[in-house]
């Protein structure tokens, strides 16, 4: 194998990684969102309209935390498919 095999190996690897650990965060935070959400809509359900809003807002920020680590994973895939060509 050559040097530039194992840095494919390794782009394709942190690629992995990147979206492994990136999918993390956003799932909890997503998963506490909507528990939350649920839980104050049980409490106040005259209110169930505007904490939906305040959700879905919520959800879609911490969504860009995960579309960033895919936007790495990609990038990092980009590049060991350049090191494939050479």
């Not at 095999?5 to 935070?29: K, N």
């Not at 919520?58 to 050479?86: D, K, V």
Request: hydrophobic share 50%; net charge neutral.
């Amino acid at each position: 194998m050559d040097g530039a095999s194992y840095a494919q190996a390794a782009a394709f690897l942190g690629a992995a990684i990147a979206m492994g650990v990136g999918a993390i965060g956003p799932a909890l935070g997503q998963g506490f969102i909507g528990m939350k959400a649920c839980e104050n809509i049980g409490k106040y359900p005259e209110s169930a309209g505007k904490i939906r809003t305040t959700m879905m807002m919520g959800m879609g920020l911490t969504e860009t935390s995960a579309i960033y680590a895919l936007m790495i994973a990609g990038g990092l895939i980009y590049a060991g498919m350049q090191l494939m060509g050479q």
